[in-house]
Structures are given as C-alpha cells and as structure tokens.
C-alpha cells in the first residue's frame, strides 16, 4: 500500500491517542495519578489506538515521524508525537530485519531441518526495545482478554482463538437445519442408470436469463433471479442431464418480445448434446397477449399444470429418442401459485414435488392485519389472499420436501400452516404412521453470485468435487453414466470450463466469456500472502488518496474523521430494518462514537419530501437523533449509490477494521450479512430471522436482541476492541463463505432431496414387512366384472358401490373388529405408497399393446359426461345421448366417458334409467375419482369392464383407509363420546349412527378401499362442529362443516381430497360428503386417463349439467352440486357449459341454511379470458357438431 495512504490512519490514531492522554509514561506525573485521571473509556481507546498503530507499516509510520518533526507542530504535543512515532518505526524497522536474517538463514538449511521459530524477543536490540515490547504485551494482554506468549504469530498468520474465546463454536456448535439425517452424497451412489431431469417452476413476473427486468413490476423481483441461477446452477451439476424452468408465455406489447419466445437456452456445455443443459420453457395460461399479475393468475393454474404434463411426457420421449433416456426426478414449485401447479403436475406425473414458499400468504396476512391500515376485505380484493393460502394449503400436503432459508421460517411462517406441524414431523419421521404424512422442512442457504464483488474467494469445495466427477452422459451422447468421482481428462477441463460461470471470482465480459477477478485490478486491492489465515490489514487493503473509489469520497464528506473504524449499515429506510435503535445506540455509547463513524447507506434519494412517507419519516427519525446526540462529523449517509458501488461500500469497513450491523427487527434471510462476509467484515446481526442461521454456518459476528440499544454497541464495542477476535470473524467470514454458493446450493440440494427418496422407501419396506399377510377380501378381489358373470360378487361390490352400505347395519361396536381370517400369509399388503419415482416413468416403459385391449386407448378424442347423482339423470340424459351419437360418427376417433359421483353399480343404474347403454361408454370414473373403470373389447366375450388398477396403486400415495375413517369417526362423536362407544347410536340421529356404522376402525367386507361417504344430517353436523343438538346454531352450514373435516385432517398429516355433494330429494336436500385420497378427484382422474391413453388435455372435452346458470354481459355464475366443479371446469381441455331449461336452486327446501350452500357453489365463469376453451349451450341439438369441430380442431393443434 502506497505510504501516502499509511500516512492519513496514522495521522487519526496519533491524533486520538493524543487526545486522550496516551504516552503518559514519556510524563513526569505518576502512575497511580494517571491512572485516576484517565478513565476506563480512555484506557479502551489507548490500548484500541496502540494496537492499531503496531500493525501499521513500517512506510506509514516514518511518514509520521517527519510529520511530526515538522514546523506546524510546536511544544510538548510535537515532542510525545515524535517520540512516539519514532519508537514504533524503529521497532518495525528491528523486526523486518530479524525476519530477514530468519529467511537467509532458512534458505541455507536443508530440507529436512528443524524450522526456525521468530519470537517477539528476537525482533528489538536494545532495552527501550524489549521495554516498549513488555509494555506493548501488557497492553494487548489487558486489550484480548488473555495473556499473550511471548511467542506470538505474526500478524499475518494468526493462530485460532483459544477454547476460553471460541464463543462461537459455544453458540452454534448444534446445528439441526439437517434434521437427524445425514444428506448423502449424490455422486457417491453407483445406482443411478440415468441422467437426471428436472423441472422448476416459476409462473409470475417477466423471467428471462440475461439483461433481468428485476423492480419493473412487483411481481418480478428477487425470486426471478434465484430460480434462473438456480435452473443454471443445477445443469452444471454431474448428475443432472436437463433442467427445465417453466414460466408463462407473454406475447404482450408493453413487454420485450424476448418474453413470448417459447424456449431460452439458459446454459448448455459439450457434453449436454442436443437436449442437455438449462432451459426457460414459456408455456401459455390464459391469453398470451396480456401481461397478467400474480393475484389474477389463479384461474390459470390448471391449464398450465396440464401443458405442463404435455411438456414433461414430450421432454422424456425426445431424450429417449435421442438416446439420452433420463427419469423425472422431481417438480419444485416456487411460490404459492406454481406450488399449486406443481403439485398438480406430480398428482398426474406420479414424481416427488419439491416447494420452495418464498413468501407466505398466512405471514403476510397477518402483518397486514397486524398493521391497522387496510382492512381483511380489502386484503382479500387486492391480494386474493384466501385463495393463496389454500394453494399452499394443497402444496404442503402434496410435497415431499420444502426447503427454506432459515429456520425462521419453519417455526414461524410455515408453522401457521394446518398443513404442517413440525412436532409431529419429527414425530413421523421416528415412527411411521400409514396415511400421515408431513412433507420434510430442510433448511439450505440459498445460492449467491459473488461474480460482481470486489473480493477474492477461497475455492468452493463443492465445485472442486463436481469437477472431479464425470457428467450423466458423455461427449458422445451416449450410454448413461455410472457415477463415479474419476474422468477423462477432457471431461474434467471442459467441466472447469462449463464450472466457471458458478464460480464466484469470474466476472462477465461484453463477449459472454468469464475473466477471473483478482484483488490486485481492483483499486488499492492487492492479495493475501499465501498464509493460511486471512488478515486483513489496513496497509493491504484499504485504498486512500486518489485511489479511494467513489462512493468513499461521497461518504468522507460528512466525516470529521473518515479514516477511523466504520460502523455500517445499509438497507432501505424502512421501519422494520430498525435504523433508529442502531443510531440511538451509537450515539448513547460514548465510547463507540470515539472509535468509530457510523455510515448509514438508505437507499436512494432525491430529497426528503419526495420520498415515500414511511420511508420519510425514518429518514426524519434519524436525522434527529443525529442532532439530538450531536453526532455530526460521526455519521454518514449519502443520498445515491449505485449498484456497481455495493462491493466498495463493504470494503470499507473491511479497512477500516469496523463492523457491518444488520438489526432489523425481522430480518426473513439476511443477503446482506452474507455479503458482508464475503468482504471479510464481523456482523452485529438480529437474533429473530435469517441471521440465526447465517451466523451458524459462517461464524463471523455477533447475534444481539434489536431492541436492546445497550446490547448493540456492547457487541459492536466486543469486536472492534478486539483485535484477535476481529480477525478470526473476518477470517471464518470468507474461508466459509462458500457455504451460500451456487454448487454447495446444488449439491446440498440434490443429497437431501436424494437422501428423503431413499428415507421414504426404506419406510415404505419397513412397513411392508410389518404386514405379515394381506386382507383377503382384498388379494381375492377380481379384476373384472362381465354381463356373463351374472351378478357380481360380495368383493366387487365393495368397489362398485358407493358407501356406506345399509347391511352393516347401525352398530359401531359390532363392527369395529376385523373379520375372522382377514390376514393370511404369505403375502404382501396393497402398497401405501409415500415417495413416487415416476408413474409417467412406469408408463413410459409400459409397452403400448398392454393396453390395446381398452377400448378408450384407440380413441384420438375424449368426451366426458359430469354426472353428479341420481336427481340429475333428466339433465345429463339427452346430453350423454348426444356425446355417443357424435362417437358413432366419428369412425372411432372419439371416445366417450362419465365422471361420477357415485358408484360404479349406481352409475350403471343412472345410465340405465337416462335409457343409455353402459357399454355404449369407453371408461367410467366413479366415487368421486376413487375408482377408473375401462370398457374392454375382446374377440369373444362380448363387452367387459376392467377395474383400473394403476390407478389405485397411483393414489394409494400417502393414503390408510382405516386411520382416515377413525379420526372421522371421532369428529363425528366427538372426542368424550368415543368413552362409550356403544352408547352413541342411542343419542345420535339415524343417519350419522348409519355413517359411522361406515367407518369401522378396520377395513373390511362391504367398504370402498378408497372412498368414505358421510351422508350428514344437521344434528352430525352439530357434532363435527363441536356444538349440543339443541343449540339454535343446529342448522349448521354443510360447506362450514367441510372446512372444518378439511382443516382437522390437515392438522393431523392426513392426506386426502374431499368434495361437497347437495343431494336434492323432494323437498329436502342432503348433504354427502365424499373423502378420498389426496391423488383421487374426478379432474385428477381424467388426466390419468389421458395421460395413459397417450393424449394431452386439449384432446379432451368436458360437458357439465349445472343446476343454474345467470349470464350478465361477460360474466357468466354457474351453480352446481358439488365443490369440485371448478377443478372439472379448469384446464387446457374445452369446455361445454349447458344451459337447463328451468331453475333448479328454487325448489323448496325443508333445510334452509343448506339451501344457501348452492349459492356458495356457484363460481364465476368469464370466457373471455380463457380463449375459446369454455362455451355455453342451449340445448343439446349442437354438442353433436360442437364435439366434431373441436375433435377436428384439436387434432390440427397436435
């Protein structure tokens, strides 16, 4: 570093020890007088100021001296400064030269000689020497906290703190963000037989990989940012053949037309082939030509779920083909609307689903309340919060893994969920329990880019493994790899190559190449010295005089003495970040506003008046502390930075041996507490948030409650008194800060994602071996039901008919026992699946012939009939009649089907009286998608129908029949009723006696496997609702009651979808309500379906009988029967809505609050924003050509 530079920071502490009174000893008054005059504080800033000016060079320090022999300073102040500085230099000047006799006497030893070791005793030749040596020691001594050896390290290779200073091992030596599992190794596993594919989504903001929008818009901020680097990140990593981000396609004119570009190759290297690498994949939802912010994306979700199905089964036939063959190895959804779109795609796709929150509905909820400023209606028409919650509701029930920042954020935020308890995750993660699940909470720092700061890095660990490892195919595009750690030598160097642009020392230049940054180009920078401690030494790094950067020089301004330690904080002036406290303690502390300026970065701005007014007051706050405490010529804060200044203002406290502070009252990550780190800057750090988890990996500062003022300058005092300790956290700051790279990101990713699959599978083993036999009933159960059989038998009705059945009559205890000779061995119980490695994968290697013998296979169209119950045959009749009679013309292109709310024995009893012939129908879904019926043609036989059973094992998928009913039943008795159980049919109502005679704690005989049907009356709703039959709230809502079955189910990890049906009869309606598992749903059974017979959704048309419908301009309010009508209604197939002829929501009804139920039914249907996928029909002379056109139209569309 230049001497002009030394000359200034000498000058400032020789000027502060002077004015303090240090270099009493060259005095004549006494010791013991001094030491009463000079108080404790002054003593902190002499040893503070001695220790800084013994580390100086020796350049910096002569500079000193003849400036303090010169003319402008006169009496006994020049007298004590010259001496004072001579002594310092002369010491410096002894010890260079024993370090120099030491190195020429090394360099003529042989190798194998013993080292020569320096002591501090070597480095002086006289008395006044080892005098000012001896008393430098005793300060230092007084200064550490701890004695110092005479054997010390140099300054630039520092010893490790001592056990009686290793605060921060004490502190964060149980790290538990890994849970019990130790993550595996990806790499290290030698069963992968193909490369991996993966899918991120992302649906809202405008996301592209180079020249990023981010703050155009709210919705494109720093989430875009993290799943681009993310998606790139990942295709670097050996095991990862393709990654896939989807977003929406914008073809909007206010936007770049970058946006409407269908595919963006965001990374690819030689070894990628034609389909490896990174990619944005732009898929439509909605109309393209309009930008559409998040809050009204939600009516989009499940057309690009289902485009995204199409595009996954695309993706895996084209690597196929191309000789690349890889499995699908999870779909990670990022935010709440594509948590919901990848738990959608997982449901049919039959993968793990990963969720990543980012930011929470129920948290944000809450501040908003919390806030007093707008109220839950309003909160609701801007945000569609509800309808965000319950996407995360879904999301959490369907993902195996959820990855999170900080711990924080799982006991706090995802912690207001019903969806997840982390007590009884832990719980289930110890012991199994079949049909619960809790997806598992992993907390992994996110991935950084260092590429834009100023610093040098050590090597990232994790990126010098992935080099060492061969990628998932070779430069041939080829077989599938083995994993293994070795490679050619070519793989390796092109590996660095590809590697280059995750590491963080590269920096990109205008030809798309990565140069590597050195401290040395940078100015005042220079490296380190090779040792293997990090010191950072102000005569290293910080640059002065002309070389300061600029925003130094803009800072400096309102300095009296810029050249003293920094304080800084920087963030924008916000109320949560918590500037006041921070100037409020700095200013109370008169011993920090001594050692230290205090540099407040707040944003930018133009003036105070223009500013936002929150922003503004804060702004305001401080501007008066600052007076009130007179801190002027202590604190700084500039009006405008730039974003290429960010590095710099981290770099000086880095010089200047200060601190970074970040004391927000809720700080949800912390990026900035990792740059400082990165920069080689101790932290005073919130204890709430982020900075917990940050400090527990990095070990670079100091946790403190924001709220306590006394608190914050202790530990900003604690670090820069203590020089021993400053540098350890520098040190620990940047020798760990890889932690928050791109590859350990990735590589962490990948182990606990890897290592939950294998968790999940080993439960799944241990519970199959639990099973000694299976029940009989079932493993007898046939798989087919023909006109010849002639009635079916007990077994197959049991999945033909919708429950509860009336011939088990009302007694709960008579059948809460399984039968006699339910379990036989050997044999193995149906599977209860809890992790996926692919349904899509299995039918991908399924050969086609396997299902030639379905007629619906050979179908290139599919026409679907919602059939919503018994009452509805009038309305779905003529309907259905219409659908076949456009199939019979059709030459076998189209197939039709129904989607059923009942079973498949009441269904056919439907058909039949609706005077339609049930082998006329290609499939059946019945019991609310809990059952798939296939049509088969054989050469002889005749018509033969097919139990689907890939469907079942498909949503079998975290779902126990048995547990499922008994928590039921114990919300219908209530908790104390289950005390005496036989006594219950005595005090309850008819039909809840008949529905828990249903739900018998044990499967058996006569009960649906997948399906339970509770036919309510008010007194059980009274009952679910925790409320006496006589109360006047008797008549309690059906869809109230839904909710709370729903919420309950969530609460204790029971995973299941549950649908609403209004049953009229008469003058009454019913309440039924159908429970099935989380994979079995009516929409989710129609795309198994498609997905089976080789078809994507546009190849399918839905044709729903609502009970209502009211057209008003563009908007259309259709009222159904049931509470899935919305997931039938949505999605990239067409839609037919018929119109009835009459009213039917005006009959009269006995149950009046019931009655008011429809209403909550009915949605709101605009078509014009979903293209031309929804029309409206009177009557039914047209659905014949309507079928034709767009059987024809979608066929041109593939």
């Given at each position: 570093m230049a001497a002009s530079g030394n000359n200034s920071w000498v000058d400032s502490y020789l000027e502060a020890l002077l004015s303090y009174g240090l270099s009493g000893e060259y005095t004549n008054k006494p010791a013991q007088a001094r030491a009463d005059v000079v108080d404790a504080d002054q003593q902190i800033y002499a040893k503070y100021y001695v220790s800084q000016i013994l580390q100086l060079g020796e350049e910096g320090i002569r500079d000193a001296w003849y400036k303090a022999t010169s003319s402008s300073h006169t009496g006994e102040r020049d007298r004590r400064l010259e001496y004072l500085s001579w002594r310092v230099w002369h010491m410096k000047r002894a010890k260079q030269r024993v370090w120099e006799e030491g190195r020429r006497i090394a360099a003529t030893l042989p190798d194998d000689s013993d080292a020569v070791v320096l002591e501090d005793h070597d480095f002086s030749t006289s008395d006044d020497d080892e005098h000012h040596r001896s008393l430098r020691s005793r300060s230092q001594s007084d200064l550490h906290g701890r004695a110092q050896t005479s054997g010390g390290a140099s300054p630039t290779a520092a010893e490790p703190p001592s056990a009686s200073d290793n605060f921060l091992q004490t502190d964060y030596e149980d790290d538990k963000s890994w849970g019990n599992q130790r993550p595996r190794d990806l790499m290290d596993r030698d069963v992968l037989d193909k490369g991996l594919y993966?899918?991120?989504?992302?649906?809202?903001?405008?996301?592209?990989?180079?020249?990023?929008?981010?703050?155009?818009?709210?919705?494109?901020?720093?989430?875009?940012?993290?799943?681009?680097?993310?998606?790139?990140?990942?295709?670097?990593?050996?095991?990862v053949y393709r990654v896939d981000l989807l977003t929406r396609l914008i073809k909007d004119p206010q936007v770049d037309k970058e946006y409407g570009q269908s595919e963006e190759c965001l990374y690819r290297s030689e070894q990628s082939g034609s389909l490896g690498g990174a990619y944005i994949v732009r898929l439509p939802a909605g109309k393209p030509e309009v930008y559409i912010r998040k809050e009204q994306l939600w009516p989009h979700l499940r057309e690009f779920a289902d485009r995204g199905i199409a595009h996954a089964k695309s993706t895996l036939m084209r690597l196929a083909e191309d000789k690349t063959p890889c499995d699908l190895y999870a779909v990670h959804g990022h935010y709440a609307d594509a948590g919901e779109v990848a738990f959608l795609m997982t449901s049919t796709l039959g993968v793990d689903m990963a969720l990543t929150g980012h930011s929470l509905g129920r948290n944000k909820l809450e501040h908003l309340l919390n806030s007093g400023t707008v109220s839950k209606a309003e909160i609701e028409s801007t945000y569609k919060i509800s309808r965000r919650i319950e996407a995360e509701e879904r999301s959490l029930e369907g993902a195996t893994m959820v990855f999170t920042s900080t711990q924080q954020e799982i006991d706090e935020q995802w912690g207001l969920y019903n969806s997840f308890d982390a007590k009884i995750e832990r719980t289930l993660r110890q012991r199994r329990r079949d049909g619960r699940h809790m997806p598992h909470m992993v907390v992994i720092p996110p991935g950084l880019d260092f590429s834009s700061l100023k610093v040098d890095l050590p090597k990232d660990p994790a990126l010098e493994e992935m080099?060492?490892?061969?990628?998932?195919?070779?430069?041939?595009?080829?077989?599938?790899?083995?994993?293994?750690?070795?490679?050619?030598?070519?793989?390796?160097?092109?590996?660095?190559?590809?590697?280059?642009?995750?590491?963080?020392?590269?920096?990109?230049?205008?030809?798309?190449?990565?140069?590597?940054?050195?401290?040395?180009?940078?100015?005042?920078?220079?490296?380190?010295?090779?040792?293997?401690?990090?010191?950072?030494?102000?005569?290293k790094t910080a640059p002065t005089g002309k070389t300061d950067p600029p925003i130094w020089k803009e800072i400096f301004r309102f300095l009296r003495n810029p050249r003293k330690p920094v304080i800084l904080a920087m963030s924008r002036p916000d109320a949560k970040k918590n500037i006041t406290t921070l100037v409020k303690a700095f200013g109370e502390n008169h011993t920090l506003r001594s050692l230290a300026n205090l540099v407040l970065i707040m944003g930018n701005r133009d003036n105070i008046d223009s500013m936002a007014s929150g922003s503004s007051k804060v702004l305001q706050q401080v501007l008066r502390l600052v007076d009130s405490h007179d801190l002027y010529g202590s604190v700084a804060y500039p009006k405008k930075h730039s974003q290429a200044d960010i590095s710099d203002i981290y770099r000086l406290p880095q010089a200047t041996r200060g601190v970074f502070t970040n004391v927000a009252l809720q700080e949800p990550f912390g990026l900035t507490v990792i740059e400082a780190a990165a920069h080689g800057v101790p932290t005073v750090a919130t204890k709430n948030g982020g900075p917990v988890d940050i400090m527990a990996t990095l070990h670079h500062g100091l946790l403190v409650d924001p709220g306590n003022s006394t608190a914050i300058a202790e530990a900003c005092l604690k670090i820069?008194?203590?020089?021993?300790?400053?540098?350890?956290?520098?040190?620990?700051?940047?020798?760990?800060?890889?932690?928050?790279?791109?590859?350990?990101?990735?590589?962490?990713?990948?182990?606990?994602?890897?290592?939950?699959?294998?968790?999940?599978?080993?439960?799944?083993?241990?519970?199959e071996r639990r099973y000694s036999g299976s029940w009989d009933h079932r493993s007898a159960l046939p798989a087919t039901i023909s006109e010849e059989q002639g009635?079916?038998?007990?077994?197959?009705?049991?999945?033909?008919?919708?429950?509860?059945?009336?011939?088990?009559?009302?007694?709960?205890?008579?059948?809460?026992?399984?039968?006699?000779?339910?379990?036989?061995?050997?044999?193995?119980?149906?599977?209860?699946?809890?992790?996926?490695?692919?349904?899509?994968?299995?039918?991908?290697?399924?050969?086609?012939?396997?299902?030639?013998?379905?007629?619906?296979?050979?179908?290139?169209?599919?026409?679907?009939?919602?059939?919503?119950?018994?009452?509805?045959?009038?309305?779905?009749?003529?309907?259905?009649?219409?659908?076949?009679?456009?199939?019979?013309?059709?030459?076998?292109?189209?197939?039709?089907?129904?989607?059923?709310?009942?079973?498949?024995?009441?269904?056919?009893?439907?058909?039949?009286?609706?005077?339609?012939?049930?082998?006329?129908?290609?499939?059946?879904?019945?019991?609310?998608?809990?059952?798939?019926?296939?049509?088969?043609?054989?050469?002889?036989?005749?018509?033969?129908?097919q139990a689907d059973e890939s469907w079942e094992e498909h949503i079998n998928f975290r779902w126990e029949r048995d547990t499922a009913a008994k928590l039921v039943t114990k919300l219908l008795a209530g908790d104390k009723s289950l005390q005496s159980v036989p006594s219950l049919p005595g005090k309850m109502s008819t039909a809840l006696s008949k529905a828990l005679g249903s739900l018998p704690e044990?499967?058996?005989?006569?009960?649906?496997?997948?399906?339970?049907?509770?036919?309510?009356?008010?007194?059980?709703?009274?009952?679910?609702?925790?409320?006496?039959?006589?109360?006047?709230?008797?008549?309690?809502?059906?869809?109230?009651?839904?909710?709370?079955?729903r919420r309950r189910l969530r609460k204790t990890a029971y995973r299941s979808h549950i649908v609403l049906q209004m049953v009229p009869e008469g003058d009454e309606l019913h309440s039924h309500m159908h429970i099935t598992p989380l994979r079995a749903s009516r929409a989710l059974a129609l795309r198994f379906i498609a997905t089976k017979f080789g078809l994507d959704m546009q190849r399918v048309m839905v044709v729903t009988v609502p009970a209502k419908v009211v057209r008003q301009?563009?908007?259309?309010?259709?009222?159904?029967?049931?509470?899935?009508?919305?997931?039938?209604?949505?999605?990239?197939?067409?839609?037919?809505?018929t119109i009835p002829e009459k009213d039917e929501t005006r009959a009269p009804r006995k149950t009046k609050m019931d009655a008011s139920v429809m209403e909550r039914l009915a949605i709101k249907v605009v078509p014009g924003i979903f293209n031309d996928h929804i029309h409206f029909l009177e009557g039914t002379s047209d659905l014949a050509n309507l079928v034709s056109q767009a059987s024809a139209g979608g066929a041109k569309d593939s």
């Open positions: 993966i899918i991120l989504i992302s649906m809202h903001g405008l996301v592209r990989g180079e020249s990023m929008e981010l703050g155009k818009d709210p919705d494109t901020g720093g989430q875009v940012k993290y799943v681009v680097e993310l998606a790139r990140a990942l295709a670097q990593h050996p095991v080099k060492a490892a061969k990628p998932a195919f070779g430069s041939d595009g080829g077989s599938p790899r083995q994993p293994a750690r070795g490679g050619s030598a070519a793989n390796l160097r092109q590996l660095d190559s590809d590697a280059g642009s995750l590491s963080s020392t590269h920096h990109r230049t205008g030809s798309g190449l990565t140069r590597p940054v050195s401290m040395a180009s940078l100015p005042g920078g220079n490296l380190d010295d090779g040792t293997s401690r990090l010191r950072h030494q102000v005569s820069l008194t203590n020089s021993q300790l400053w540098d350890d956290m520098s040190h620990n700051g940047v020798n760990n800060i890889m932690a928050y790279s791109w590859p350990s990101h990735c590589k962490k990713y990948l182990e606990v994602l890897e290592s939950e699959k294998q968790f999940l599978r080993k439960q799944q083993k241990d519970a009635a079916p038998g007990r077994a197959m009705m049991d999945r033909m008919r919708s429950t509860p059945h009336r011939g088990l009559g009302p007694n709960l205890h008579k059948v809460s026992a399984p039968p006699k000779g339910s379990f036989k061995g050997p044999g193995k119980r149906p599977t209860k699946l809890t992790s996926d490695d692919g349904s899509l994968n299995k039918f991908a290697r399924t050969s086609s012939h396997d299902f030639d013998h379905l007629r619906g296979f050979h179908r290139d169209y599919l026409v679907v009939v919602q059939v919503d119950g018994l009452d509805r045959i009038p309305a779905f009749g003529p309907i259905l009649k219409q659908a076949i009679q456009a199939a019979a013309s059709s030459n076998g292109t189209i197939g039709v089907g129904v989607a059923s709310m009942l079973g498949f024995e009441a269904t056919a009893h439907c058909l039949e009286e609706a005077g339609v012939s049930l082998d006329a129908l290609d499939f059946s879904v019945n019991n609310s998608g809990a059952d798939i019926w296939h049509n088969t043609s054989k050469e002889q036989g005749g018509p033969h129908w044990h499967q058996q005989g006569g009960v649906h496997p997948q399906h339970v049907l509770l036919e309510l009356d008010d007194e059980s709703k009274s009952h679910i609702m925790g409320m006496a039959p006589s109360t006047q709230q008797k008549e309690t809502l059906s869809s109230t009651m839904m909710e709370r079955i301009d563009e908007v259309a309010k259709v009222t159904g029967h049931t509470t899935d009508m919305l997931e039938l209604l949505g999605g990239w197939c067409k839609v037919v809505i």
